[in-house]
């Protein structure tokens, strides 16, 4: 049985005050369902990460990092390693999301390192993976998803990649207003699930958590849930008001 998760990733936006002020409305509106089977998740910017920490000291909520470089230390100027974000607090890291692949020029290649250099701090890697518009107009989702599992995930064995929760992120959905529809989402969730059990065994694909991102909002959230593969959801522009995220949390329960 997979526990149902729900992450929210800020990208680059709040400030002091309302990175902790949203933070706190987050615990509290969710402080009911704490005793429920839900993993939460919120993902500030790296500046806030370390107020967010201690706001939700002794909570139910878990935090993510955006990023991470996959050296441990050195002369990296820029860069934040594994064991800076395990010293404030942190426990997911997003890796390979469609903004760092597309905007910023993150390789497969990279996106491997980091998620290698994640696991091995002790961080446990949200894999974003998923097609442009142009590659589902083509008939390409399949091949994309499995060049980028097959590249990012390349070296690491069952055991490692129990540590992971993939996050099927179609592009054309992300930040656009427009969601995969339950089926497309599911359809996408079966096939990297089979892929997983293909490239590992059929236990670790069972037990692998596979979130949809993709323009969630409260009223979407539930009918993807409702999907057999769909595990949970990745939520960037709605996990940024309070009450969407929150109603977003109650439909994953
Ligand atoms: C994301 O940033 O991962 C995301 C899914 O964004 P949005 O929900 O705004 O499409």
Known sequence: MRRPFVAGNWKM?????TSVDLTKRIATGSSEVAGHSVTIAVCPPFTYLQSVTKALSASHIAVGAQD??????????????????????CTYILCGHSERRHVIGETDELINKKAAAAIAGGLLPILCIGELLAERDADQTGQVITRQLKSNLAGL??????AVTIAYEPV?????GRTATPQQAQEAHSFIRELIAQMYDEELAE???????GSVKPDSAESLMRQNDVDGLLVGGASLKADDFLAIIQAAI
């Open 13 to 17: 936006n709040t400030d002091t005050h």
């Open 68 to 89: 991470v470089y996959f050296e441990s230390n050195g002369a990296f100027t820029g860069e934040i390693s594994t064991s800076m974000l395990k010293d404030i607090g």
């Open 157 to 162: 064995s069952a055991e490692k990649v129990s």
């Open 172 to 176: 054309w959905a992300i930040g656009t």
């Open 207 to 213: 037990e692998i958590r596979i979130l949809y991102g």
